[in-house]
């Protein structure tokens, strides 16, 4: 009798164990996740995480003019979620990273209720630039390179269509501000700081479900389709000596963000991920935004399998392909870019409060996301190491 409940409680710290190892393994947190996605499950409705590593960008061919050089810099976020914030319903989002920042107070419950609100700012004070430019082949040609800061403040409210289907219009108010730096040509002008304003509206549909075994999505499909309106006080032209323009007073924006998740085996899931923008022609700091594949229209798709090797292990390989339209070398045509990349991630999570990451990704359109805070870079190769923490 006792050899029994000794097996039975061994068999109870296993399982305990083996949760609490897997459950460190969230869906990671980004600044383009927080404004786009409206209501992402989570495994626990209250956590802080702490994110840090190095990140390193090297490009196929050393360039120094095309701003095709190595890149070495840390990477990293802090989030935190809070229920109930301020003693009332709804929930508190707070996070800082490399990427941006936001923060986003939400009054009513989404999971429960028809209507809610949700009052955001949100920016990127840092590390951001635009690069206009072009592609010669697969090689892209920065012409104009310069810094870029915004912060938005945005007033939601929110209702339900359907059981997995919801829908916010909003209004939003902020601010561009630019500046030059090395790299930016001094045929180049910049653009002058503006304001801007408009309305928008996110439709998703989402029917995730999560594995409380591992803390992960396990099957089932989130979408977010968003479109805006936006106005500027821009008034002033801006670009290479001779082929000058200024922006639009007023442009529409569209986009969409699709996960899709397959259970193959056991410890084995497929998934489908895709993301998507499209804007006028002459939106062209959007068009050149650096945090984003450069296009006026592009497309840029990715599929993996998630395998969880016993307790602590994880291993993501996948691949992807990316599509962009983009102005030619004289801003006469419109060019399209097929590319194609893969990646893998290996994770171990040691326990519910530390996991180590390792990521991997290579992707033959150079014009990536910026790797340093300081400065701009092109690169084909990308590689982070570093560690996440939930106290």
């Known amino acids: 009798m006792h050899r029994i409940r000794l097996d039975v409680r061994v068999l109870c710290l296993t399982f305990v164990t083996l949760t609490a190892n897997l459950s460190a393994q969230y869906h990671a947190p980004s600044y383009r996740d927080l404004t786009i996605v409206r209501n992402r499950p989570w495994a626990k409705p209250e956590f802080v995480e702490f994110r840090a590593g190095a990140l390193a960008g090297v490009p196929g061919s050393k360039d120094e003019a095309r701003s095709a050089e190595d890149a070495l810099g840390v990477d990293g976020h802090v989030y935190w979620r809070k229920p109930q914030a301020f003693g009332r319903q709804g929930h ?34 840092w590390g951001q630039f635009v690069r206009e430019g072009f592609y010669d082949s697969d090689d892209f040609i920065p012409v104009g390179q310069y810094r870029m800061r915004d912060w938005r403040a945005r007033l ?45 509206a996110i439709l998703e549909d989402n029917k995730l479900q999560i594995d409380p075994s591992s803390s992960l999505p396990s099957q089932g499909y989130l979408l977010s389709a ?59 700091v959007w068009i050149y935004d650096a945090s984003k594949p450069i296009g006026q229209i592009w497309v840029d798709g990715r599929v993996s399998y998630r395998i969880l090797l016993g307790d602590t292990l994880s291993v993501i390989p996948g691949g992807r392909v990316q599509w962009v339209q983009i102005a030619d070398e004289f801003n006469t045509t419109r060019d399209k870019q097929l590319f194609f990349g893969a990646q893998v991630a290996l994770r171990a999570d040691f326990s519910e409060n530390l996991a180590v990451a390792l990521e991997y990704s290579y992707l033959s359109n150079e014009s990536r996301e910026p790797v340093l805070f300081h400065d701009d870079s092109l690169g084909v190769h990308r590689l982070f190491l570093g560690v996440e923490f939930r106290p």
């Open 92 to 125: 508190l989002d707070l996070y800082a990273g490399r990427d941006g920042a936001y923060v986003g107070l939400t009054e009513g419950d989404p999971a429960r209720q028809a209507g809610y609100s949700r009052l955001e700012l949100f920016g990127r004070q």
């Open 156 to 200: 939601s409210f929110a209702t339900q269509f359907a059981e997995s289907l919801r829908g916010e219009l909003s209004g939003f108010y902020g601010k561009n501000t630019f500046s030059r730096y090395r790299r930016t040509a001094s045929a180049y002008t910049i653009p002058d700081n503006y304001s801007v304003y408009g309305v928008s």
């Open 226 to 284: 968003w479109i805006e309106r936006e106005w500027n006080d821009s008034d002033s032209v801006f670009g290479i000596t001779g082929r000058e323009s200024e922006l639009p007073s007023a442009v529409v924006r569209g986009g969409g963000h699709l996960e899709w998740y397959f259970p193959y085996t056991n410890t084995g899931t497929w998934l489908l991920e895709a993301d998507v923008g499209i804007g006028p022609k002459d939106d062209r």
